[in-house]
């Protein structure tokens, strides 16, 4: 099976959103309803389009995924099954994002790619609807994460219920992209047959999700179908989590979900089942399950968040640490994990109707996610740590390709995030360059956005079809307001006053921040221009003194965007042989940092030790890039974190410059 010469030809698709019924207060606008026109997302689309998915097909053909399915439609005792049991979601991930680009840019050769690739997958799957080639290739002697027989290790390492999870995401995708039934048939089918099984019925084995997103997924298929059995089912295996043979914090089933309060475990499969809680109180109205994620919300943002928006400080099982800890050199932030922080905060949002959550949500989404894919595309990150003495390199696919695939289908789903509407409210959460139909309560309006976000503070918004009556509440960043993330993990120290304004047709308006929103209410009517201004001076940012990797260090951030210093913009100075001053001065400089926005630049002192071991110091400049652009031109150190007081500094590794052997005798 080849590789076809995908997105040649695009057309543009204009679609009026409607309200969908997700069971939240406020309805997100789907991202189908935008068209990402120019600007800094329209790069990154076009790269995911043109490099990303072509790229993550080709590694499916090239890595086996493609031939397990073959073999599981052929099985024979004699298959060597390899790789992980879940190398299936590699490919129905990849359909999943190649879906979300097909609804904006139709095509016909891709959608006719994608329909040879389900053809392989639907002869791989049995006649109950059972579907996992790590077993079906070889029933005898299947993977040996998979157990002897089906589900007897799900709850550990088969992976049978995530598969399923990301199948069942990818099937809705596709069905809402073209109307198709072959890859929704499939998913369901297998749905089928787990709900059949897995139950609380007599008969039915209790179980639950060693790797949690079936629950999430299986509320998506509900609201799909319509068929209450899914939604049963997702909260069923989150009431049985704490409760089955599995009770250990690694998969947070060390007790109910109902009475967890703090992150744990596993960051991935934490925000993967948080998200799915927030999906069926949504729809049940099941309180508890609310007032649980709140509280690991808030212990997340208070104590667990990197402040480029990564989660999950440890390699030692991907996991969340204890609170406060938050080293930067071994920090692990997964990449999908900062894609699941992005899924909850959205989430939460649409229940709270609170601007705080996409405070959070975007600082992951351009910090923490973004910094997982290279500017190009085609190479990727696992983890994303905020400190580096070189040695790290994006690579174009892994053994475990759970983050590129990840992206595939995350990536081009980000217009969805821009809009929302409760009654006759319109919520702008995001600043991206597009044209968006929109319905607010009985309207269809159509909205225009022009902005250079997130290098630029200006964003102009007009309304280009429509008319009436309604509030347009624009969200107020929290940067913006003088808060670096809700809480105290983080706080400016520079002692600026950040700001903005809003002009309606050039004459400024005034009203004030209900939830991190500014709300103008108006007729509005065709032609009128929303003028909102960030001010987008660089800032200093300490940590929480309880940050103990943090301690007499400072970071500087614009706008949304954390900044870091990386070798290649300083030949002359060792970035771990700095200290800042105390109030440093940052400078934009007319320079471009790759992939955009500009350069920052800052005196500071160069640490150096004379040949008898004196310390000594000399004046330099420091120049930083936005985090999300680092490792793009070769491997080197990089620090998020800079030293104001020498006690910070790293002088080991830091001062092996020159000719200086002074810390390597």
């Not at 085609?378 to 983890?383: D, T």
Request: aromatic share 12%; charged share 20%.
């Amino acid at each position: 099976m080849k590789i076809l010469k995908l997105f040649s030809t695009f057309m543009l698709v204009s679609v009026t959103a409607s309200a969908q019924n997700t069971g939240y207060p406020i309805t997100p606008v789907p991202f189908t309803a935008t068209h990402v026109s120019g600007g800094f997302w329209k790069q990154r689309l076009d790269a995911c389009r043109d490099v990303t998915i072509p790229l993550a097909f080709s590694k499916c053909e090239e890595s086996g995924r493609y031939a397990n399915f073959v073999k599981a439609a052929n099985p024979c005792d004699t298959f060597k099954v390899g790789g992980f049991p879940f190398d299936d979601t590699d490919v129905y991930k990849t359909i999943e994002g190649a879906s979300y680009l097909l609804q904006t840019y139709p095509d016909k050769r891709l959608e006719a790619y994608i329909d040879s690739v389900l053809a392989v997958v639907a002869k791989a799957q049995e006649p109950d609807g059972y579907l996992y080639t790590a077993r079906t290739m070889n029933p005898k002697h299947p993977h040996s994460w998979s157990g002897s027989q089906r589900w007897e290790t799900v709850e550990n390492l088969s992976h049978e219920f995530y598969n399923l999870g990301h199948m069942i995401e990818g099937a809705v995708a596709h069905y809402n992209a073209t109307g198709k039934r072959n890859f929704l048939d499939i998913a369901m089918r297998y749905a089928d047959c787990v709900c059949r099984a897995i139950g609380p019925g007599k008969g039915q084995l209790v179980l639950v999700p060693g790797h949690q997103i079936a629950e999430m997924a299986l509320v998506k298929l509900y609201l799909t179908t319509g068929d209450k059995k899914y939604l049963d089912e997702a909260k069923f295996f989150l009431d049985k989590r704490g409760y089955t043979s599995r009770r250990d914090a690694y998969s947070q089933a060390h007790k109910p979900v109902v009475e967890q309060d703090e992150a744990v475990g596993h960051a991935v499969r934490a925000t993967y089942m948080y998200s799915g809680m927030a999906d069926v109180a949504a729809i049940t109205g099941d309180t508890a399950y609310i007032h649980a994620v709140d509280r690991i919300w808030d212990n997340i943002v208070g104590k667990k968040l990197y402040l480029t928006g990564g989660i999950g400080a440890t390699s030692n099982g991907e996991a969340f640490g204890p609170n406060y800890y938050l080293p930067n050199a071994t920090a692990y932030c997964e990449t999908c994990a900062a894609i699941g922080n992005v899924y909850v905060n959205h989430r939460l949002f649409l229940l709270h109707g609170d601007a705080k959550y996409y405070d959070v949500l975007e600082r992951a989404l351009y910090n923490g996610v973004l910094s997982g894919i290279s500017l190009d595309g085609g190479r990727f990150f696992y983890p994303n740590p905020l400190e580096s003495v070189g040695g790290y390199e994006r690579q174009a696919w892994f053994g475990c390709a759970c983050c590129p695939s990840n992206l595939c289908r995350f990536l081009p789903s980000v217009p969805g995030y821009i809009y929302a509407t409760r009654a006759d409210s319109l919520y702008v959460n995001m600043f991206i360059e597009g044209n968006s139909d929109v319905k607010v309560g009985k309207r269809n309006i159509s909205l225009s956005q022009r902005t250079s976000y997130p290098f630029d503070g200006t964003i102009d918004i007009t309304v280009a079809k429509g008319s009436g009556s309604f509030a347009m509440k624009l969200r107020i960043p929290g940067w913006a307001r003088g808060q670096v993330v809700p809480g105290d993990l983080y706080s400016f120290i520079d002692g600026k006053q950040g700001g903005y304004t809003v002009k309606v047709n050039g004459k400024t308006v005034e009203s004030t921040i209900d939830n991190g929103y500014f709300t103008i209410n108006r007729k509005w009517k065709k032609g009128d221009v929303v003028e909102l201004q960030l001010d987008m001076e660089p800032r200093l940012v300490a940590a929480n003194a309880n940050v103990e990797a943090d301690r007499g260090m400072l970071a500087v951030e614009r706008g949304p965007l954390v900044y870091c210093a990386e070798w290649k913009d300083n030949p002359e100075v060792d970035i771990f042989s700095v200290l800042l001053p105390r109030k440093a001065v940052l400078n934009v400089t007319a320079d471009k940092a790759p992939g955009g926005g500009s350069v920052i630049e800052t005196a500071v002192q160069k640490v150096t030790y004379a040949p008898d071991g004196r310390m000594q110091t000399s004046d330099a400049m420091l120049r930083l890039i936005p985090y999300y652009a680092w490792a793009n031109r070769g491997q080197g150190k990089m620090s998020v974190w800079l030293p104001y007081e020498a006690g910070a500094m790293h002088l080991g590794p830091a001062l092996k410059v020159g000719n200086n052997e002074f810390f390597d005798k």
